[in-house]
């Protein structure tokens, strides 16, 4: 177990509805990063945030947007759905503001289909 | 560019023989390097990872790599696979410098033949 919650575990819904993936890091850690994972594209960084701030955007849609809580618990909200948004959705967290010298640790991922 | 390339997509290995997945990446700066896996249905576990320490790096499960920076390299070894190793595998790379970024790997499909 590492520490990083996920909810929910698998998501079903429409094509054009909005959704809401959460998470809760490992105690103590202030970054909370969001990744996608789909056959096509692999693992693909979206968002990251440290301490409530968002620190770095990766290749994350504009119909998409995140943020974090002051109990450090993280949402990423998708909205106007596409079936191209199916994918596993990580969570991971980390102590610091980055890697260096520190590993993140991934959450059990949210699996979403869009149908 | 910065990057991360892992040379296989699909590994097979018979059980009890050695297990090497490739990794090699591009970094301006001294990177940290990272190997994670992945089980079906599973979030990603850390396997080991390099940062600037010992070269060899000793992870779970019986697994380690190498940091060679005149290859820039870092694959991933084991001396016998076993069933449980099935998995998919990540190479991570944490680039630092101004441009700091974290890169994945495409991921090996390892697979464990009876």
């Known amino acids: 177990d590492s520490g990083v919650t996920q909810t929910p575990k698998h998501l079903i819904t429409a094509t054009g509805q909005r959704v809401t993936l959460r998470c809760s890091p490992r105690?103590?850690?202030?970054?909370v990063y969001w990744y996608q994972q789909s056959l096509d594209q692999g693992l693909q960084f979206l968002i990251q945030y440290y301490n409530g701030e968002e620190r770095a955007k990766g290749n994350i849609l504009e119909r998409f947007s995140a943020q974090q809580f002051p109990d450090l618990h993280s949402e990423l909200n998708l909205s106007s759905l596409e079936l191209g948004d199916s994918a596993l959705y990580f969570c991971?967290?980390?102590?610091?503001?980055?890697?260096?010298?520190?590993?993140?640790?991934f959450g059990q991922g949210t699996r979403l289909t869009v149908v | 560019a910065q990057s991360v390339t892992q040379l296989d997509s699909h590994v097979s290995v018979s059980e009890g023989t050695p297990v090497l997945l490739r990794c090699n990446y591009s970094s301006s700066y001294s990177p940290s390097l990272f190997w994670y896996v992945q089980h079906p249905n599973k979030g990603l576990q850390l396997l080991l990872k390099?940062?600037?320490?010992?070269?060899l790096v000793k992870g779970i499960n019986g697994f380690e790599a190498e940091f060679k920076k005149s290859e820039t390299s870092f694959h991933l070894t084991k001396p016998s696979a076993h069933m449980s190793d099935a998995a998919e595998y990540f190479c991570v790379v944490r680039t630092g410098g101004r441009d700091d970024k974290i890169i994945f790997g495409k991921g090996t499909r390892l697979h464990i033949l009876p």
């Open positions: 390099y940062t600037s320490a010992a070269t």
């Open positions: 105690s103590g850690d202030l970054s």
């Open positions: 991971a967290s980390s102590a610091g503001q980055g890697w260096r010298n520190t590993e993140a640790f």
